[in-house]
């Protein structure tokens, strides 16, 4: 399983974003989908996450302001960021862990995508 992600960029503090990460086959009804972000020399932490049953779950830090949803018809998962903020600033992961229809297990990242936000 291959995961494309997509969408980052230059914002305003206040601005939005959608984040986009394509699988490379169909894969979410069977696995679990999440974002990540990262800065330099921190760890990797979870921004948001859709299960396999479609339940969504978001880090403190963006509930209220991040979105995360799927379209099974086009294998993608996305992030919808609003009132972004400086803090928001990192370079943004998308993963899946699961199974494919295959039946075989995987774990996977997409490559990152930069999100800054400032004035």
């Known amino acids: 399983v291959q995961l494309q992600a997509s969408g980052g960029g230059l914002v305003l503090p206040g601005g939005s974003l959608r984040l986009s990460c394509v699988a490379s086959e169909s894969i979410f009804r069977t696995a679990d989908m999440g974002w990540y972000r990262q800065a330099p020399g921190n760890v990797r932490e979870l921004v948001a996450a859709i299960s396999r049953s479609g339940s969504t779950g978001y880090a403190a830090s963006v509930k209220g302001r991040f979105t995360i949803s799927r379209d099974l018809q086009k294998n993608t998962v996305y992030l919808q960021m609003n009132n972004l903020e400086p803090g928001d600033t990192d370079v943004y992961y998308c993963?899946?862990?699961?199974?494919?229809?295959?039946?075989?297990?995987?774990?996977?990242w997409g490559q990152g995508t930069l999100v800054t936000v400032s004035s």
């Open positions: 993963n899946g862990n699961g199974r494919t229809q295959r039946n075989e297990p995987f774990d996977a």
